[in-house]
C-alpha cells in the first residue's frame, strides 16, 4: 500500500509538471486519501502484499505510513552523519590512522526484504559496503573505511539500522 502511494504521489507531480515541496504534500494527501478509500474494495492479495497481513484497517495503514516517514528520515540523517565523518577522516586523519575493516554482524531479521533494506541503507552510509549475506542468511558481511572498534560498529547497526528495519520488515 505504502508504494501505491508514493507511484501515485509522483504520478500526481509528474501530471502537474512541478517537483516542488507544495506539489509534493498536495500529492502524497491525495493520494494516501484515495489509498484509504480503495483500500476496502481491493481484493486481499493485493492488500496483504505479501507481508503476512491478512486485512489492513486504517489506523494499522497510517501507523505503517508514519513509520515509513520516520524511517526515511532516520535514513536520511544517518547519511548525513555519516557524510560528515567522512569529510572529519579525509581531512583531518592521517592515513597511517585510518584503520580500514571487514566485520560480520549476525542478522536478526530474516525476510528477503529486510535483509535488502538493511544492506542498502548500510551501503548508502558513506563509509560502509555490504559486501555479503551467508548462505544462511544469518549474518551480513560488510567493509568500513575506519574500523577503530569492531564492537561498537556491529553494535550501532543492529541498534540503529537493523532494529529499525524490523519494525517495518522483519
Known amino acids: 500500500m505504502i508504494v501505491l502511494v508514493l507511484i501515485l ?6 501530471l502537474q509538471s512541478s517537483f516542488t515541496l507544495p506539489d509534493l504534500i498536495v500529492g502524497f494527501i491525495v493520494s494516501y486519501g484515495l489509498v484509504t478509500l480503495a483500500s476496502r474494495f481491493l481484493s486481499a492479495p493485493f492488500t496483504d502484499g505479501g507481508l503476512g497481513r491478512s486485512r489492513i484497517d486504517n489506523r494499522n495503514y497510517a501507523r505503517l505510513t508514519l513509520k515509513w516517514i520516520a524511517f526515511i528520515g532516520f535514513a536520511l540523517w ?23 575493516g571487514i566485520i560480520a554482524i ?16 548500510i551501503t548508502l552510509t558513506p563509509g560502509t559496503v555490504s559486501l555479503d549475506v551467508s ?11 575506519d574500523v577503530q572498534d569492531a564492537d561498537a560498529v556491529r553494535d550501532d547497526i543492529k541498534q540503529n539500522f537493523e532494529r529499525r528495519v524490523m519494525e517495518l520488515l522483519p
Open 9 to 14: 504521489t509522483l504520478t500526481w507531480m509528474a
Open 78 to 100: 544517518s547519511i548525513l552523519k555519516a557524510n560528515i565523518d567522512m569529510a572529519r577522516i579525509v581531512l583531518f586523519r592521517r592515513v597511517d590512522d585510518i584503520k580500514p
Open 106 to 121: 549476525p542478522l536478526d531479521v530474516k525476510s528477503d526484504a529486510g535483509i535488502t533494506v538493511l544492506a542498502n541503507l
Open 135 to 145: 548462505t544462511d542468511r544469518r549474518t551480513i558481511y560488510i567493509h568500513c573505511i
